[in-house]
T-cell receptor, first 114, second 113 residues
Framework: AQSVTQLDSQVPVFEEAPVELRCNYS??????LFWYVQYPNQGLQLLLK??????LVKGINGFEAEFNKSQTSFHLRKPSVHISDTAEYFC????????????FGTGTKLQVIP | DADVTQTPRNRITKTGKRIMLECSQT?????MYWYRQDPGLGLQLIYY???????NKGEISDGYSVSRQAQAKFSLSLESAIPNQTALYFC????????????FGPGTRLTVL
């Protein structure tokens, strides 16, 4: 079984400040890790993913995430946020086998304050 | 044009009515999914299909049924809608071997009165 925990349901941050959205996972097998973003009234879209290799992954819109196997974490970061980053962010984990079942976290709402 | 489309985008219905939500994709993907999103609960998997003849229940399939009419079409039905099925419903697709990367439709907001 696999699970994802996003401890912060809401994160307010001032514009141009840095932000970190936390994600921890548990799994008994090797995993792939994802961050998705959901803008208001839209579906989810992929922000970035970790499959293998370098533990620092860069995504769209200046976001990056770091895979930490020992801490089973995959935190999302951005050095300077914009108003347009206001959205809900979902961490997800998939088993790396053929089944590739995806489990989503409960989401973190990022509110960028002008 | 969007790669994954859902119809209708919004629907209000009454308790006991039968409702069908439709999903179509032009991405050529073999795997399709139906999720339900409720505030604070994230996405919960209702049903998934790995190809036309392979349909599986997800975490919360009770009260729902699906039909995979073609590789590109996957419909979700609520046989007798109830108020606690009020939610945002998403269809998603992926290709076998894409490591779980999913592509989502815009969602259907369903209200059951």
């Amino acid at each position: 079984a696999q699970s994802v925990t996003q401890l912060d349901s809401q994160v307010p941050v001032f514009e141009e400040a840095p932000v970190e959205l936390r994600c921890n996972y548990s799994s008994s097998v090797s995993v792939y890790l994802f961050w998705y973003v959901q803008y208001p009234n839209q579906g989810l879209q992929l922000l970035l993913k970790y499959l293998s290799g370098s533990t620092l992954v860069k995504g769209i819109n200046g976001f990056e995430a770091e895979f930490n196997k020992s801490q089973t974490s995959f935190h999302l970061r951005k050095p300077s946020v914009h108003i347009s980053d206001t959205a809900e962010y979902f961490c997800a984990v998939s088993d790396s086998g053929g089944y590739q079942k995806v489990t989503f976290g409960t989401g973190t709402k990022l509110q960028v304050i002008p | 044009d969007a790669d994954v489309t859902q119809t209708p985008r919004n629907r209000i219905t009454k308790t006991g009515k039968r409702i069908m939500l439709e999903c179509s994709q032009t991405k050529g993907h073999d795997r399709m999914y139906w999720y339900r999103q409720d505030p604070g609960l994230g996405l919960q998997l209702i049903y998934y299909s790995f190809d036309v003849k392979d349909i599986n229940k997800g975490e919360i399939s009770d009260g729902y049924s699906v039909s995979r009419q073609a590789q590109a079409k996957f419909s979700l039905s609520l046989e007798s809608a109830i108020p606690n099925q009020t939610a945002l419903y998403f269809c998603a697709t992926t290709r076998t071997g894409e490591a779980g990367t999913q592509y989502f439709g815009p969602g259907t907001r369903l209200t059951v009165l």
